[in-house]
């Protein structure tokens, strides 16, 4: 299993503002994901992180708003910018186990006012 | 596209109790992957059980277990004397074999446990 992470656990912050969520893995993986989840609903993927390669964004998501970095093989960036109400969520970062399931990080609560 | 249904938004349990909750999905593959995730309030998503398609055996862990119909395309999740810590969302998740970024999951149960 992997240990994921992830900072900042919750945060509050202010309409028009940015921040960015950090996602540290103990060991080197090739792929890491971010996942949103809105409040009372599912997960949604946003974006696949690759290291070296500009990550794939999921339909409906877009680079501008959701930049992220993959410097290494153990670490990842999201930024959600210029953040309105609507981006209240938990921002779930995860990877791939060879046995075919995702580990997850404790996720980033997010409420923008 | 493949989709994964939970058709019961909320179910509870009385403590020692066993409760199913249930999980259809919908593909055209024929080999994949079927998980059972946990997420409690503090909200870490945690792996219950996963099954692969091609293996017929039920697979259980501890007090979980599933029944796994693979022509009727259904995976319910059965947990064996409840206990109060068991009290979380529950998602049905599913993944192609050669998809690996490619999860798709439920809606969701929250489950209560009664003491």
């Known amino acids: 299993s992997a240990v994921i992470s992830q900072k900042p656990s919750r945060d509050i912050c202010q309409r028009g503002t940015s921040l960015t969520i950090q996602c540290q893995v103990d060991s080197q993986v090739t792929m890491m994901f971010w996942y949103r989840q809105q409040p009372g609903q599912s997960l949604t993927l946003i974006a696949t992180a690759n290291q070296g390669s500009e990550a794939t964004y999921e339909s409906g998501f877009v680079i501008d708003k959701f930049p992220i970095s993959r410097p290494n093989l153990t670490f990842s960036t999201l930024t959600v910018s210029n953040m309105s109400p609507e981006d209240s969520s938990i921002y779930l970062c995860?990877?791939?186990?060879?046995?075919?399931?995702?580990?997850f990080g404790e996720g980033s609560r997010l409420t923008v006012l | 596209a493949q989709t994964v249904t939970q058709s019961q938004p909320e179910m509870s349990v009385q403590e020692a109790e066993t409760v199913t909750l249930s999980c259809t999905y919908d593909?055209?593959?024929?080999?994949?992957?079927l998980f059972w995730y946990k997420q409690p309030p503090s909200r870490q998503m945690i792996l219950v059980i996963r099954?692969?398609?091609?293996?017929?055996q039920n697979a259980t862990e501890n007090r979980f277990s599933v029944n796994f119909q693979k022509a009727a395309k259904s995976f319910s999740l059965k947990i064996s004397d409840s206990q109060l810590g068991d009290a979380a969302m529950y998602f049905c998740a599913y993944r192609g074999k050669y998809n690996f970024n490619k999860f798709y999951f439920g809606s969701g149960t929250k489950l209560n446990v009664k003491p």
């Open positions: 099954q692969e398609a091609y293996k017929q």
């Open positions: 995860s990877v791939g186990a060879a046995t075919g399931e995702l580990f």
């Open positions: 593909t055209s593959e024929s080999d994949y992957y």
